[in-house]
């Protein structure tokens, strides 16, 4: 019998497992003279940055040109420290639209932020929900949110429903 078929009636336990043929490769073994291909220059080609010892190649270093997070627009105003970066004061909801709730809920229901995460909508933890108005509300249905945009709420109190924000 070949030895990579098991035999049907050997048990398989910790004597006789290994790991699959050619999923573990040695170790490259550099600086061990010519003959073994990784000799002398180990691998790392003549002179340069790349062949002096401490030389570490920075993430996203694209070889000398300016790099992309340079090239890019940070600063919003003139260019002076004073002016504030764009990115840590931006203020993030996640949206959910009348047209949602439309088909969600029945009429006359008090639509909860928590009732809202159960059927799927505003399911991102700790990120405000704002309702906008997207598609049309035909119930009346009193809902709670972060927050509303205009239309929004003239939408669902044209439809005889209420609006009520949360403080998060």
Do not use: W, Y
């Amino acid at each position: 019998m070949s030895p990579d078929k098991a035999d049907p009636q050997e048990r398989i336990g910790l004597h006789n497992l290994a790991p699959a043929p050619g999923s573990r490769r040695p170790r490259k073994r550099i600086g061990r003279g010519e003959g073994s291909g990784t000799g002398k220059t180990s691998g790392r080609g003549q002179k340069g940055a790349g062949a002096r010892s401490g030389s570490k190649r920075r993430a996203a270093f694209e070889g000398g040109q300016m790099p992309i997070h340079m090239r890019m627009r940070k600063l919003r105003g003139p260019h002076m420290k004073k002016s504030m970066p764009f990115e840590p004061f931006r203020t993030h909801t996640q949206p959910v639209n009348i047209a949602s709730l439309e088909s969600r809920f029945d009429a006359g229901t008090e639509v909860t932020i928590e009732l809202m995460k159960a059927n799927g909508l505003g399911t991102r933890k700790d990120i405000p929900i704002k309702v906008l108005a997207k598609g049309e509300l035909s119930k009346a249905l009193t809902v709670h949110a972060h927050a509303f945009s205009a239309s929004a709420r003239e939408r669902i109190e044209a439809a005889g429903g209420t609006c009520t924000t949360v403080e998060s």
